[in-house]
């Protein structure tokens, strides 16, 4: 006899293991749907890049992007498949189970009907009471007579609660295995479209080797635009470290620099939308491997018409015009600098204190339809790695 308790430790379980895939499956889906947006947000940034016949570096890292957007994708997917999977396994193993109880009930109350004809046969139940030897043995009677006729009843009702737990699983295995096929064709979608990427990716990177003497032109003026960069946010940081935090009555640099320092990795971006293009340090050139490129600050690649925004409070320390940069401004926040270029119509003015998240102004799109924004942090003279004080995306 399968006992109550058995079942319903059993169900304990299943209901345990479920809500595990469940909550398994929610984080996947929710992954996937970043990936998605980060895709969606490529897109529209590579179409932009597509209408200039040039074919360009930023062209480049975009359809690079898009290509880490799809494999990221597609490995998602993939887990998610294959937490399917498990869970089509533990739902078959359930449902065999739950087969298996119903036969065995159904068997034993098969045994209970045979048994409870014999004894009618035999010996009915008012004889067998009244011939009880004392009201002791009648009383026992009575009372084995009465359960046997209960559990008979919640034997019935028990096989009907099986069946019902059986019909449920089995529509959640068709839920799964239906959910299943939808992943195996999306990931054969992604798989084709990623492909495709990659053939672009090949053709671009045969289109610009051939004009390898002038990527290294291009590569040369922005060295010297960075020179210039360094020369001028160093100089700044010099003339300001000579005043006390504390001397600036238009605002408290000694709370703000506290405040920055406290929100490292969760700083917004200073742009609504985009990704890393170019990160901080030396790597080498995308295009030409044996060429080490340096970047003070990081790329961030975004659509046209985008703005820039101040990513905390502080005070413009500087605003100026370097070639191959356009408009560059510098906020200081005490201990702290942001440096903002490629910009135009700005919004600012010098010794302007200005709150988190102000338009500083609009980006610029050059002439192969890149809308890049250059951003640097500094710690008094010391360059930072910017994607360690912004949020990760």
Same mark, same amino acid.
């Given at each position: 006899?399968?006992?109550?308790?058995?079942?319903?430790?059993?169900?304990?379980?299943?209901?345990?293991?479920?809500?595990?895939?469940?909550?398994? *499956?929610?984080?996947?889906?929710?992954? *996937?749907?970043?990936?998605?947006? %980060?895709?969606?947000?490529?897109?529209?940034?590579? +179409?932009?890049?597509?209408?200039?016949?040039?074919?360009?570096?930023?062209?480049?890292?975009?359809?690079?992007?898009?290509?880490?957007?799809?494999?990221?994708?597609?490995?998602?997917?993939?887990?998610?498949?294959?937490?399917?999977?498990?869970?089509?396994?533990?739902?078959?193993?359930?449902?065999?189970?739950?087969?298996?109880?119903?036969?065995?009930?159904?068997?034993?109350?098969?045994?209970?009907?045979? =048994?409870?004809?014999?004894?009618?046969?035999?010996?009915?139940?008012?004889?067998?009471?009244?011939?009880?030897? =004392?009201?002791?043995?009648?009383?026992?009677?009575?009372?084995?007579?009465?359960?046997?006729?209960?559990?008979?009843?919640?034997? +019935?009702?028990?096989?009907?609660?099986?069946?019902?737990?059986?019909?449920?699983?089995?529509?959640?295995?068709?839920?799964?295995?239906?959910?299943?096929?939808?992943?195996?064709?999306?990931?054969?979608?992604?798989?084709?479209?990623?492909?495709?990427?990659?053939? *672009?990716?090949?053709?671009?990177?045969?289109?610009?080797?051939?004009?390898?003497?002038?990527?290294?032109?291009?590569?040369?003026? *922005?060295?010297?635009?960075?020179?210039?960069?360094?020369?001028?946010?160093?100089?700044?940081?010099?003339?300001?470290? %000579?005043?006390?935090?504390?001397?600036?009555?238009?605002?408290?640099?000694?709370?703000?620099?506290?405040?920055?320092?406290?929100?490292?990795?969760?700083?917004?971006?200073?742009?609504?939308?985009?990704?890393?293009?170019?990160?901080?340090?030396?790597?080498?050139?995308?295009?030409?491997?044996?060429? %080490?490129?340096?970047?003070?600050?990081?790329?961030?690649?975004? %659509?046209?018409?985008?703005?820039?925004?101040?990513?905390?409070?502080?005070?413009?320390?500087?605003?100026?015009?370097?070639?191959?940069?356009?408009?560059?401004?510098?906020?200081?926040?005490?201990?702290?600098?942001?440096?903002?270029?490629?910009?135009?119509?700005?919004?600012?003015?010098?010794?302007?204190?200005?709150?988190?998240?102000?338009?500083?102004?609009?980006?610029?799109?050059?002439?192969?339809?890149?809308?890049?924004?250059?951003?640097?942090?500094?710690?008094?003279?010391?360059?930072?790695?910017?994607?360690?004080?912004?949020?990760?995306?």
């Amino acid at each position: 006899m399968l006992s109550k308790t058995f079942s319903y430790l059993l169900l304990f379980i299943f209901l345990i293991n479920g809500l595990r895939g469940q909550e398994s *499956r929610v984080k996947l889906e929710n992954d *996937r749907e970043v990936n998605i947006q %980060k895709i969606n947000d490529a897109e529209k940034i590579l +179409i932009e890049t597509e209408k200039s016949k040039t074919v360009s570096i930023g062209r480049l890292k975009v359809i690079n992007r898009q290509i880490s957007n799809r494999q990221n994708l597609i490995s998602s997917l993939r887990s998610d498949i294959n937490s399917q999977n498990r869970e089509i396994i533990s739902l078959t193993n359930i449902i065999s189970s739950l087969n298996k109880d119903i036969k065995l009930l159904t068997n034993e109350y098969a045994d209970m009907i045979y =048994n409870s004809y014999k004894s009618r046969s035999s010996l009915t139940q008012i004889s067998y009471i009244f011939s009880s030897e =004392n009201y002791n043995q009648m009383f026992r009677r009575m009372n084995y007579l009465f359960q046997y006729s209960s559990f008979r009843k919640n034997q +019935i009702g028990e096989i009907q609660e099986v069946k019902n737990k059986l019909k449920l699983e089995e529509e959640n295995l068709k839920k799964v295995k239906e959910s299943k096929n939808y992943l195996l064709r999306s990931e054969l979608s992604e798989n084709n479209k990623l492909q495709n990427l990659k053939g *672009r990716q090949k053709k671009i990177i045969s289109d610009l080797g051939r004009r390898q003497d002038k990527i290294r032109m291009e590569i040369d003026k *922005r060295k010297e635009a960075l020179r210039k960069i360094d020369i001028l946010i160093r100089e700044i940081i010099r003339k300001e470290s %000579k005043v006390s935090l504390s001397d600036d009555e238009s605002i408290d640099l000694e709370r703000v620099s506290s405040e920055f320092e406290s929100l490292i990795g969760k700083h917004n971006w200073p742009v609504s939308s985009g990704f890393i293009s170019n990160r901080f340090g030396e790597h080498p050139h995308p295009v030409i491997k044996s060429v %080490k490129v340096k970047n003070d600050g990081v790329d961030i690649q975004t %659509k046209k018409s985008s703005k820039a925004f101040s990513i905390f409070e502080g005070k413009i320390s500087t605003i100026a015009f370097i070639p191959g940069m356009n408009n560059v401004v510098i906020i200081n926040h005490g201990n702290y600098f942001t440096l903002y270029a490629r910009l135009k119509n700005l919004k600012i003015e010098k010794d302007q204190v200005i709150p988190k998240g102000h338009v500083i102004g609009d980006l610029v799109t050059n002439s192969d339809g890149i809308t890049e924004l250059q951003f640097q942090v500094w710690k008094n003279n010391v360059k930072l790695n910017p994607e360690k004080w912004i949020i990760k995306k």
